[in-house]
């Protein structure tokens, strides 16, 4: 049996490791009813969906890299009775089924099914009409609701050296989505004689999400204070890591306008080479840094807020000179169009090796005329739920650099 690590010490090292989620009939129970509530603005159509997703898979492997699916590591997990049912039972608690008849007929419901059938299912969510229940008209049609921002593997749960953080999710909506990572790590073969560190409790009442915690180096992390990710988290998380025997020294809170258009920091911030960021220029407006660094005589976070250009700041950060590249080349109607769907996130699969959406082309050329390599993805369907392809990505392994 494999035992496997995590090891992911930068935003840019050679991807190794990779995991994804495959968009599943979650999707198809999206409706204009209940879009607002399951965060989403559009409902995407889920055969294109998937071949959009595939070909994000196939780039990956074209490069070397693992690709892991967090359906089927989860389904594996359950393979053991014991755990399904312990899963099933914490899994419906975490949905709020508390009448004893709907939980008996929702526990016998899922544990007649084969592992990946129950995940995909749990996934898609249960309708009323699937028990043979009926609801009056109006009425919300699900017992177990969909989990379509699943899709999304950065949020639930991230890797940070040789640990993760099992977040704390800001919306009702997705707080079951972190279930899986809980489980993954603590049952699954490969995984649980790892020592895996875990580094933030799902339980937390306070909130972070995978969105907002970028790694620059091994010893720079920045985190985003942002819609989804409370301050009082970023400290907390840093007293976990900075009390480990991991090596990173300082923290870079960046304080980011508080709606859904800049939802994490990687939406309007990200790392493509190793003196290179893209950016959504609207933010420089407001930016806030703050330095988080340990005293460890004390042992108490020392925080100290920068003065300075992002540049300088992060000139400073990492011992070098960075540049800055400007979503829509800074100009505000094609920065904030190409900002919308994604046109910030980017995703490194090795120093100056980036995936972006093809529908990004502006800032596409920018990058390529900064000489970074893109492998542009169709993004029609995929791009409907707000994330782009660092949202879509949970990197396990990167070389270190």
Known sequence: MVTRNINVYSEIGKLKTVLLHRPGKELENLTPAFLENLLFDDIPYLKVAREEHDRFAGVFRENGVEVLYLERLMATVIS??????????????????????????LKEYLMSMLCKEMVDTIMAGVRLKDLGMRGSSGEYPFLLSPMPNL????????CIGHGVTLNSMRKSIRRRETIFGEYIFKYHQEFKDSNIKIYYDRNSKLNIEGGDELILSDEILAIGSSERTDREAIFKLAENIFESDEPFKKILIFNIPKKRAFMHLDTVFTMVDYDKFTIHPEIEKTLKIVELTYDNLNRSIISKEKEGSLESILSEALGHDVTLIRCGGGDEIIAGREQWNDGSNTLAISPGKVITY????????????????????????????????????????????
């Open 151 to 158: 899709y999304f593997t950065r949020d639930a749960f991230a």
């Open 80 to 105: 053991d009775m014991d755990i399904r049912e312990e899963f099933i039972e914490g899994f419906l608690t975490e949905s709020g089924i508390d009448n004893y008849n709907t939980r008996y007929i």
């Open 358 to 401: 093809d529908r990004n082309y502006v800032t596409n050329e920018l990058l390529d005329k900064n000489n970074i390599e893109v492998y542009a993805m169709k993004s029609s369907e995929l791009s409907r739920g707000r994330g782009g392809p660092r949202c879509m990505s949970m990197p396990f392994i990167r070389e270190n650099i």
